[in-house]
Nanobody, 124 residues
Framework: QVQLVESGGGSVQAGGSLRLSCAAS????????MGWFRQAPGKEREFVAA????????YYADSVKGRFTISRDNAKNTVYLEMNTLKPEDTAVYYC?????????????????WGQGTQVTVSS
């Protein structure tokens, strides 16, 4: 069992930046692929980014590539999402998740454990 707690969300103007954090419980954090997803009102949850166990590989949605950076600190059991040049369309609840089978996937069904989410609001 892994428990995840996201933080760092908030309200910013377009062009601004935010850094989300996701703290994980458990001693096996470094064994898992971690992902970030988001869900805007009235829309389905969508993939944002994922990072491999050793943070040697990353994977981004086209919509955030070049603006967002995923990273992890295995010593702190934490994964981060640095978000720059934010746009109003980035407004959503952001969730971190664990893929216990380490597939580095963009499919939400591949992820078993989810956090409660943190709200990001970008105004124009």
């Amino acid at each position: 069992q892994v428990q995840l707690v996201e933080s760092g969300g908030g309200s910013v103007q377009a062009g601004g930046s935010l850094r989300l954090s996701c703290a994980a419980s458990g001693r096996t954090f470094s064994s898992y692929v971690m992902g970030w997803f988001r869900q805007a009102p009235g829309k389905e949850r969508e993939f944002v980014a994922a990072i491999s166990r050793s943070h040697g590989s990353t994977y981004y949605a086209d919509s955030v590539k070049g603006r967002f950076t995923i990273s992890r600190d295995n010593a702190k059991n934490t994964v981060y999402l640095e978000m720059n040049t934010l746009k109003p369309e980035d407004t959503a609840v952001y969730y971190c998740a664990v893929d216990p089978l380490n597939r580095l996937s963009s499919w939400s069904w591949a992820y078993k454990y989810w956090g409660q989410g943190t709200q990001v609001t970008v105004s124009s």
